[in-house]
């Protein structure tokens, strides 16, 4: 007998019915990003309502330092080109090159924190709190909101790098620096919505 013949009862093995986890990952991180966005969105919008509400306190106009903020958009939309270039030597099979533009898109992530966590202790210290007014609470839950995406995919970033470290460009890896990859740039699409949203509208 053909040393390919199946049992009776038993079900041929084919392949092409074996679970793709690649796309079982892009898919679920897409529905992901999507959830984000909702939650974005209804924070763009509780901004929208609540923005001009000032109760007596101190204003966006009065306060917003606009170059601080486009040093920081510098700062984050910089680091989406350098994880471009970690993508590019990663296509190269370069590990090296792809650690070392990752680092340099982590240091642009903490440069982006840092100044965040100045401008916020700056408006603190000028009356601006999330208990001072609507306007106030709606501000700092925006963009906290956002600095907290932010410092979450700096420590995905250096779990990552660790991951690269001792195993490679392996397929797993790839696969997470791609889902990395989306994520970074949905944070700079969404600080391009704050920096015009909050903060141009905020001195007109």
Known sequence: ???ISIQAGQREYHPAHEPHPEN???LGFWLYLMSDCLIF???FATFG???RSYAGGPTGAELFDLKLVALNTAF?????ITFGFALIQKQKGNLKGTLTWLAIT???GLAFLAVELYEFAHLMHEGLTPQSSAF???FFTLVGTHGLHVTFGLIWLIVLMIQLGK???TRENNRRLMCLSMFWHFLDVVWIGVFTFVYLMGVL
């Open 1 to 3: 007998m053909s040393n």
């Open 24 to 26: 079982g990952t892009s």
């Open 41 to 43: 969105a209804a924070l």
């Open 49 to 51: 309502v609540l923005g």
């Open 76 to 80: 984050l939309l910089i680091s989406s």
């Open 106 to 108: 982590g240091l642009f």
């Open 136 to 138: 106030g609470s709606a």
């Open 167 to 169: 195993h490679g460009l």
